[in-house]
Every structure is written in structure tokens, then in C-alpha cells.
């Protein structure tokens, strides 16, 4: 369709000698740019798997073409709340025995994983030649996907700092209870600090009602203007839920088993807010970003 329209405006406006107008519009049709966005939070535990599976699985169904970057270590992973048993990891691929696309495992709908929980030590430390070769196999993500979510650990260790100063969109995920709170400000308060972040989406998870979300978003967003210089953007809430624990213990995502669970219909929203954030708004070199920063390590 976008395709049909190009060729209609090349015949109206352009010299028909000019084939290079329709070309570049193919090639921008070909060749999206991949928003990487972390989901991360200060405290474990406060949804930030859940939000990654079932905003992957929610994107899919919109038609995007979705990667989850499975970055923690901790044991409750994507791969279990899928049901995926994935045999190969990143390190395979940093050790050269097997290719990206090799790695990358099918979930329900659609949705891709990369398990790279085994290999972040690695990544730190590339000779280069690993460096080159991993360059050049991931730079065909680019092309195959529109969105690359992150499931990181959650606190201020090296790692997750590393993946969310790799990614050019942070999520912070935040729960009602004060520890959650805290936590979820020092972490913004160190990426800000001492890494320059000044952008984060919050998505207040856990709550009763969406004017408690609204309520903990503003007491966050007062005390982060008071003493941080950073930017938060509200992206939505989700809704306490049993039959999200349901899904988790079916092993499935909640968008998935239970569509028109009330948390399901928080993240359907989320995810129109996500897409709904203006072109402009969005880092056109987050994908080159999340090469350099991600692989550039150590030179
Ligand atoms: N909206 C929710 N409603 C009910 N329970 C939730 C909700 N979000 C998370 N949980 C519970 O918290 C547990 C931990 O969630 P998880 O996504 O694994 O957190 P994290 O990845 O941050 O450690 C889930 O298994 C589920 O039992
Ligand atoms: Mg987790």
C-alpha cells in the first residue's frame, strides 16, 4: 500500500527518468530502523518480564516484527514464562560455534528471543575479530526487526547499566510499595548522574486503580524534577491482576491466555502509547547506538 503510494507520487511529481526517488522509498520500506528499548527497574520482581513478554507478544499482534533481548541472569526468565527451552546462547555466537540467527528461538506469536543472559561477560571483553564478526551479525537485526525489548536485571549492577545505556529508549518499570519507589529513582538518578541519561518511560505496574498509577507517576516525576535533570514520560499502567499469576503458571503470556484480562487490556494500551510517540521523539541512530555501545566496549 505505502509501495502503491510511492509509485502514484513518483508518476505525478517525478521526471521519469528519476527511478532513484522510488528506489529510496523501497528502501526505506525495506530497511526500518529497530527501536531498542530496555525494560528495566530498581527492585526484582516488579514485572519487568511480564511487561517485556507481553508487550512482545501485543506488538506482534499488531503486525511489528519483534526481538526480546533476554539480558538477566536471574532465573524466572522469558524463556520459562513462554515455555521455551532454548539450547544455544550469545556465548555460542561470541565463541564463533554458532551464527545470531542459529541463537534466536520462535516464542508464541510471532515473537523472537534471544537468550543472552550467558555471554554479557564476554561481551565486555571482545577481542577483534569476535568484535567484527558479532558487528556484522547483529547489524541484520536491523532490517528484520521493528522493535528489540531488553529484559534486564533489575538494581544498578554493571550489567544492567550496560544494557540501558545500549538501548535508546528506557522503560522503568515501578510498583506501589516505597522499596520500589526508591529503588526505581536510584537507578534513574545513576544512569542520569554519572551516564547522562535524561529520558525515561515509567509504566507503574501493581495497582488497584489507574489514578493510584497517576498518582505514584507524579510523586516520582516531583521528586526526579527537584533533584535530577531528566525528562519522565508517563506510558501507562497495569492493573493488578490473578489471572496474569494464572498465565505465568500456564506459562504463558497474559495477552496470550487471558486477551480481555483487565492487565491485558493495560498492555494493549501500553503498547498503543508506545506506538503513538512521535517520529521525532524517537532516537533515528538508536540502532547504530545499540552496536556501538553494545559492542564497542573495551576499545
Ligand atoms: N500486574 C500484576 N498482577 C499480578 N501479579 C503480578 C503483576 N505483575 C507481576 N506480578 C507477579 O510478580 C511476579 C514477578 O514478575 P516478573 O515479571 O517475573 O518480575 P521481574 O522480571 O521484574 O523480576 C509474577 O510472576 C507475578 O506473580
Ligand atoms: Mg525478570
Known amino acids: 500500500m505505502v509501495l502503491k503510494e510511492a509509485a502514484k507520487e513518483y508518476l505525478n511529481k517525478k521526471p521519469r527518468s528519476n527511478v532513484n526517488y522510488l528506489m529510496g522509498e523501497m528502501f526505506k520500506i525495506k530497511a526500518p530502523q ?165 529520558d525515561f518511560k515509567v509504566v507503574v505496574n501493581n495497582v488497584i486503580s489507574e489514578g493510584e498509577a497517576k498518582e505514584l507517576f507524579e510523586k516520582l516525576k516531583l521528586v526526579s524534577s527537584k533533584f535530577l535533570q531528566i525528562n519522565l514520560h508517563y506510558l501507562g499502567y497495569v492493573l493488578h491482576d490473578e489471572k496474569l499469576k494464572e498465565a505465568v503458571r500456564m506459562q504463558k503470556a497474559v495477552v496470550d491466555a487471558f486477551p480481555y484480562a483487565k492487565s491485558s487490556r493495560c498492555f494493549y494500551q501500553i503498547v498503543k502509547n508506545l506506538c503513538r510517540i512521535p517520529k521525532e521523539h524517537i532516537d533515528k541512530q538508536g540502532f547504530n547506538k545499540f552496536l556501538t555501545k553494545l559492542l564497542g566496549r573495551g576499545e
Open 34 to 198: 529497530s527501536r531498542v528499548v530496555s525494560i528495566t527497574s530498581g527492585k526484582g520482581g516488579v514485572g519487568k518480564t511480564n511487561a517485556v513478554a507481553n508487550l512482545a507478544y501485543a506488538l506482534c499482534q499488531t503486525g511489528k516484527k519483534v526481538l526480546i533481548v533476554d539480558a538477566d541472569l536471574g532465573l524466572a526468565n522469558v524463556d520459562i514464562l513462554f515455555g521455551l527451552t532454548p539450547k544455544y546462547n550469545l556465548q555460542h555466537v561470541i565463541l564463533g560455534q554458532k551464527r545470531l540467527s542459529e541463537v534466536i528461538v520462535s516464542g508464541p506469536g510471532g515473537v523472537k528471543v534471544l537468550p543472552a543472559s550467558s555471554g554479557v561477560e564476554e561481551l565486555t571483553n571482545l577481542n577483534a575479530d569476535q568484535r567484527k564478526r558479532l558487528m556484522a551479525e547483529f547489524s541484520h537485526l536491523d532490517e528484520a526487526y521493528d522493535f528489540i525489548l531488553i529484559d534486564t536485571a533489575a538494581g544498578i549492577s554493571s550489567n544492567v547499566i550496560y544494557f540501558n545505556l545500549a538501548a535508546a529508549e528506557i522503560i522503568n518499570i515501578v510498583e506501589p510499595d516505597p522499596t520500589s519507589f526508591t529503588d526505581a529513582y536510584a537507578l534513574m538518578k545513576v544512569l542520569s548522574v554519572k551516564y547522562g541519561v535524561t
